[in-house]
């Protein structure tokens, strides 16, 4: 295969890694491959967590950097970076059950192939399917309107809400319920997907789920307001306490959606994701006058195939923060 001249950029860096255990890493000129010229700090902060396979990062403060660029050959095919995905939704199934006492999804066919048969040419089939359901089914996404009746619904959610955020990891998992705001506070969250890890997603479909769910506490919603959260998701039933003893009182769905942050619960499989690094999407379809829908949420990161020429290089497709 042809090879092509191109340029790779390579930033040289002093950097002081802070562990979510407690424990520190120093790094004194370390070489990791980025994106393009002028990759922000964020970004450098992002190929450094993904390059030495970090999983539990709670901060990266870089005290020198400096980029260069270098001249390689390469081909068309293993130039090409690679991304792992993460599945982070559950399975809708006919007849499951995401909330107790919500109804239960019915999945049935309007059209089954062979039914279809006489509206096509010889050969030709389709099968057309019905799901009746609400909007709190599965893995699902709240709008502003689930919670206030003038706030913006599905279809009035920015894509820049909702795809490809940059993701802060927050393991809370324990005895402990409710997530307070001194559990987020060492978290850098402006503009991030803020994803809750309790552990909780392991009793889905269990008559367990849902019964002394953790929960962020008011104080913790708020301080996500103030600092700018772009989207908030636990892996859990509910991101308030609701709980018989609550009073019906949902404080973190009225703080962050009177904000016009949006919600996803019911999430999945966080613990595959690093602390830092990982990018978010959960989009819903663009339905008027509805504020919740299931979405299929998951994750991207960066990684490296074992004989990938790349590898040498470090190459990490990172996103402007």
Known sequence: MSGAAVLLYRAELDADITLSNGGRLTARSLPVSVPHADVTHPEIAACVVAALGLRAVERVDLTSVRIFAEAAETTTTKSQPRIAYAEL???IESGMTTYPGLPV??????LTWEESRPNYAEGTEFSFDRIEMVGQTGTYLDSPRHRYSDGADLAGL???RLADLPA???RVAGDRRGIEAADLEPYVVAGHAVLLHTGADRHWGTSSYGVGSPFLTEAGARLLVERGAGLVGIDAANIDDSSPGSGGHRPAHSVLLAAEIPIVEHLT???ELPTLGARFTAAAP???GFGTFPV???????YFEPHDHTRSAGWLPTAAD
């Open 158 to 160: 920015p894509l820049g």
């Open 269 to 271: 499989g966080l613990g």
């Open 89 to 91: 939704s559950h399975v």
């Open 168 to 170: 802060v990891v927050v």
């Open 296 to 302: 299929r949420a998951f994750a991207t990161m960066p």
């Open 105 to 110: 999804p019915v999945i049935t066919s309007h």
């Open 286 to 288: 663009r339905i008027a």
